[in-house]
């Protein structure tokens, strides 16, 4: 990996790259084709990126404390328990970080392996409502957070995941629960994978759905590697917040 911006290098570790934040820190870490979709023709992430992708993509998920994922994109099954390949294992130091999965409804299949068989146990995020009306399997209840009473608060949330440790959280999609968390002013990061690729509109998923005000981003640094251009952007706390 090659540094473009700020100041020109070569041989960039990922991982020392990436792990140059401290405390509380929420950023999120997604792929995109150069005409605008974070989804290939298969509907999901893998044709775009290439290895490239795969390898921030992984080291971004083991400098995590948690790793956030909307319900939406839970339920297309593709999302397995969080895991760490060795190199990765020994440089954190402990076991990989939870998925947390946020659901405003709980509708969720609870048979999946992300619910069964996760190193780390599976987090999930709901509203009291739907903790009331929906029935969770007892292996899993212990690690369901309510945080709002008919939607998500997702500032609760936030503060909810850290009170248990959880400092800093990686944001994977899908458009809306990003779109949620740059609404609610809680993003400190944009990490943008822009693969050298074209998708096409038939295929074209969008980074965002619409957000509630503008959000002003700063470069702050810029990679290369294999086509890829990792771009990186800082958002000011409450940035689109209305």
Sequence with gaps: MRRLLPEPAI?????????DVKGPWLRVGMVMSADGSVTDEEGWTAGLGGEADFRVFRTLRALSDAILVGAATIR?????????????????????????????SLALDWTLPLF??????????????????????????????????????????VQAMRARGLRHLL?????????????????????LNLAPTL?????HTGLLDDLAG????????VYLDEGVLFLRYGLARGAAAT
């Design 11 to 19: 041989d960039i570790d990922p991982y020392d790259a990436y792990g």
């Design 171 to 191: 944001c994977e999609g899908g458009p809306v629960l990003t779109t949620s968390l740059i609404s609610a002013g809680l993003v400190d990061e944009l990490c």
């Design 116 to 157: 069964n068989a996760a190193e780390s146990p599976t987090l999930v995020v709901t509203s009291e409502s739907a903790l009331k009306a929906i029935e969770v399997p007892a292996t899993v209840r212990p690690y369901v957070l309510a945080a709002g009473d008919h939607d998500v608060d997702l500032g609760l949330a």
């Design 76 to 104: 297309t099954g593709k999302v397995g328990p969080a895991r760490l390949r060795p190199e990765l294992r020994e440089r954190r130091g402990r076991p990989p970080a939870p998925i947390v999965v946020v659901s405003r």
């Design 214 to 221: 503008p959000a002003t981003l700063e470069p702050t640094a």
């Design 199 to 203: 998708v096409g509109g038939r295929h």
